[in-house]
């Protein structure tokens, strides 16, 4: 099956940095998702970004479908960004979910 | 509070037991999904369903039983569970196959 990675596994970070987080997928997929887990457990979908780049407030993602990758960008980050950041890769309608980034910021 | 609703949040159980995890949705979704999420892991996928039929099943063994009675509903049966069965659930559900999923908050589920 398809094997998706993302960089870093962690990331800490004082309040007010910019990140970038990396998602490389192994295959051709039918669309790409990005996802907010937080300390609760809740996972909140961020974007649904097949191709291109879409922005949310201070969050941004850029896809590369040609090139198997994604990118999701925090800017001006505040603590409530803490969690874990995952994209998930939807092949033949299965979401299979990359290896996670989990971000810590620090006030 | 998420669109995605899942009862009960907690659900401690023995080995002999039989359970049902519920998830609900308002949306006008046609298809719904249960995730499976040990710690500090991804979640895995396990069934999908579209328009009330089973569509994806990712070989996951018979003491967990899905059930979709109509397109608003999402149970998962569990019998004669495991302790590694022991994990976050998490249903989703999406307007089509595809589409974005947006997820429940999780029952955790403890196998004594």
């Known amino acids: 099956g398809i094997q998706v990675e993302q960089s870093p596994p962690d990331l800490i970070l004082q309040e007010g940095a910019n990140s970038t987080l990396r998602c490389n997928f192994s295959?051709?997929?039918?669309?790409l998702q990005w996802f907010h887990q937080n300390p609760w457990g809740q996972l909140i979908n961020l974007f649904y970004?097949?191709?291109g780049t879409k922005q949310n407030g201070r969050l941004s993602a850029t896809t590369v479908a040609t090139e198997r990758y994604s990118l999701l960008y925090i800017s001006s980050s505040q603590t409530t960004d803490s969690g874990v950041y995952f994209c998930a890769a939807d092949q033949n309608e299965k979401l299979t979910f990359g290896t996670g980034t989990r971000l810590t910021i620090i006030p | 509070d998420t669109e995605v609703t899942q009862t009960p949040k907690h659900l401690v159980m023995g080995m002999t037991n039989k359970k049902s995890l519920k998830c609900e949705q308002h949306?006008?979704?046609?298809?719904m999904y249960w995730y499976k999420q040990k710690a500090k892991k991804p979640p895995e996928l396990m069934f999908v369903y579209s328009y009330e039929k089973l569509s994806i099943n990712e070989s996951v063994p018979s003491r967990f039983s899905p059930e979709c009675p109509n397109s608003s509903l999402l149970n998962l049966h569990l019998h004669a569970l495991q302790p590694e069965d022991s994990a976050l659930y998490l249903c989703?559900?999406?307007?089509?196959?595809?589409?974005?999923?947006?997820f429940g908050d999780g029952t955790r589920l403890s196998i004594l």
């Open positions: 949306m006008g979704h046609r298809a």
């Open positions: 970004i097949p191709s």
């Open positions: 989703a559900s999406s307007q089509q196959l595809g589409q974005p999923q947006h």
């Open positions: 295959d051709s997929v039918n669309n």
